[in-house]
């Protein structure tokens, strides 16, 4: 890539790289002190306002995993007059730390940001050179950056699931893509019933375009907006489960900054509508769901008098096991996210527990095309050093080039003239999960060059966008001289595909009363961000099940 000259400090011609150079050191150290912060020795959480599951009980409907799916099927069931025990292997995320706030600032991980690592994974592993990841204590915190594969799958640990972690972006696809994404489930019902039933419960709102042309915090989504337009790319607003309302306040300065602050990658504190605020909290309040956090299941398997035996572990927050239980469950719904609950399918199938799953289970697993990128900008198109880490826009040739790119935030608290996008691309590649038998463990065939469609279908926007404005990629902040963040997903999708591991509505195959309710029953790509369509699907899966299975 050739330099591109922009002027800078009223001298017309200096470079984007002589820029860089000259403010590297300036800004690396920024970006690193924003990263040195003191371990806190209080706790996060405690599993207060929750209850731990007796060894030897018996309960009518197990939920495993306490994420979207999970969480929609134990509030119907729970309306439906069923009692529902939800184990969840992370915390409660109910209980502040010694800072008075449950959740890390995105800028300052420490002990609470990471599942069991002693060292950070972000996902933007680089800045100006210098890398930006961290020491920190062993813990059972909020985000799992589990390696597998060939590629770093990002998932929420916690009651809440991926709504803890993830940017809120509640996007229902266009319906004209529906058929590639569930070919099996009949589009009209979706959108007639089951995508309005989803918003409605996630408490989905848009951004006031108004206000969003006028505020200082989405200045740099003003900018990726500007540059897509000239380009010839429709930039669309995008749905979120943020409150709106508060984030008008956070701007203003009249309440508790959380957005506005930088919270996004390890929990915000204050104005997202996660789980816990939304369906969950509706299942509590019918008295009939109890969630048992830091529990882990290691087994399920048919018992002799009906029903299935389930083995589970007690975690402390070290991630060392203080007991293990066996409950008696009539009923299970897999709902472990498309990670934890084909991995454990997999494992159950190959040790003989569950040997009647059949030859589907742990296929199609898709990472739903995710690459990101940054691009230069030139210093008359500064992105803000206030930016609210909830995105709100994206960048739309799906149809074209196969790429939905969310206009990103890079909330480092300092101006960086950088645009930052994460890709949602029509990557046909799809892994499975298997057994390792000899490592004991579930393994993914995954392979990193399998991003390369990812990244040629992203280039149909930004090339075109960095040939328009005359700027280039960024190549700092996945490594050195990297442009692409191929190395990750935050969307993982199937490994328990519906109406193959499964029938149409999440039954598993082989077996009565075992039901999968999460991501895992989608074939790896939903063309935009995927949490609605889970939600959605698991709406409609329910509602069946009730009808006619109890």
């Known amino acids: 890539m050739s330099d591109n000259g922009v002027p800078g400090n009223g001298s017309p011609g200096s470079s984007r790289r002589g820029f860089l150079a000259r403010t590297g050191s300036l800004l690396g150290a920024a970006a690193l002190s924003a990263h040195m912060t003191s371990t806190p020795s209080a706790r996060a959480a405690t599993t207060a306002g929750t209850a731990v599951v007796e060894d030897g009980a018996r309960v009518p409907v197990l939920?495993?995993?306490?994420?979207?799916?999970?969480?929609?099927?134990?509030?119907?069931?729970?309306?439906?007059?069923?009692?529902?025990?939800?184990?969840?292997m992370g915390m409660a995320w109910d209980a502040p730390g010694s800072d008075g706030k449950i959740f890390a600032n995105t800028t300052r991980p420490d002990y609470r940001s990471y599942w069991l690592r002693t060292r950070t994974k972000a996902p933007l592993s680089n800045f100006l050179g210098f890398p930006i990841d961290k020491d920190v204590p062993r813990y059972t915190g909020i985000l799992d950056a589990e390696e597998m594969g060939g590629i770093i799958v990002y998932q929420g640990r916690g009651v809440g699931g991926g709504s803890l972690v993830n940017g809120g972006m509640a996007v229902t696809p266009?319906?004209?893509?529906?058929?590639?994404?569930?070919?099996?489930?009949?589009a009209g019902e979706m959108y007639d019933t089951y995508y309005p039933r989803a918003n409605a419960g996630l408490g989905v709102g848009l951004v006031d375009p108004a206000w969003f042309d006028t505020v200082d915090c989405y200045q740099f989504a003003r900018v990726g907006r500007k540059h897509a337009q000239r380009s010839g790319f429709p930039f669309v607003f995008v749905p979120d489960v943020y409150d709106w309302d508060y984030m008008k306040r956070e701007a203003a300065g009249t309440v508790p900054k959380s957005a506005v602050d930088g919270e996004i990658l390890y929990g915000n504190n204050y104005g997202k509508k996660s789980l816990q605020k939304t369906y969950l909290a509706s299942a509590r309040a019918t008295g009939r769901v109890t969630v048992s956090p830091l529990h882990r299941v290691t087994s399920v398997a048919p018992a002799a008098g009906g029903g299935y035996t389930v083995g589970i572990e007690q975690l402390a927050t070290t991630g060392d096991v203080t007991a293990t239980k066996t409950l008696t469950a009539t009923r299970v719904f897999f709902a472990a996210g498309s990670v934890g609950t084909s991995k454990l399918l997999v494992r159950l199938k190959a040790t003989g527990a569950l040997a009647n799953l059949n030859a589907e289970i742990g296929q199609g697993w898709g990472d739903n095309g995710n690459v990101m990128c940054g691009r230069a900008n030139h210093m008359w198109d500064p992105t803000g050093k206030v930016q609210a880490a909830?995105?709100?826009?994206?960048?739309?040739?799906?149809?074209?080039?196969?790429?939905f790119a969310e206009v990103a935030p890079l909330p480092t608290g300092i101006e960086t003239y950088a645009s930052f996008y994460l890709s949602i691309t029509k990557n046909p590649h799809r892994a499975r999960f298997t057994w390792n038998a000899a490592a004991g463990k579930v393994d993914l065939d995954w392979q990193t060059a399998w991003k390369q469609p990812s990244i040629d279908m992203a280039r149909?926007?930004?090339?075109?966008?960095?040939?328009?404005?005359?700027?280039?990629?960024r190549t700092d902040l996945f490594g050195l001289n990297k442009i692409w963040g191929d190395h990750?997903?935050?969307?993982?999708?199937?490994?328990?595909?519906?109406?193959?591991?499964?029938?149409?509505?999440?039954?598993?195959?082989g077996y009565t009363g075992l039901y999968v309710i999460d991501g895992a029953l989608i074939p790896g790509n939903t063309s935009v961000n995927p949490f609605v369509t889970i939600t959605a699907l698991a709406e409609r899966n329910i509602e069946k099940i009730i009808a006619t299975d109890l």
């Open 390 to 403: 909830i995105p709100c826009g994206g960048i739309d040739n799906w149809d074209a080039g196969g790429a």
């Open 174 to 186: 266009r319906r004209q893509n529906f058929g590639a994404i569930l070919p099996s489930v009949d």
């Open 488 to 509: 990750l997903t935050y969307h993982p999708l199937g490994g328990a595909v519906l109406d193959k591991a499964t029938d149409n509505y999440g039954r598993l195959h």
């Open 460 to 473: 149909t926007i930004f090339d075109k966008i960095n040939s328009k404005e005359g700027t280039i990629y």
């Open 63 to 88: 939920v495993i995993g306490t994420g979207y799916g999970g969480c929609v099927a134990a509030l119907r069931l729970a309306q439906a007059g069923v009692d529902v025990q939800m184990v969840e």
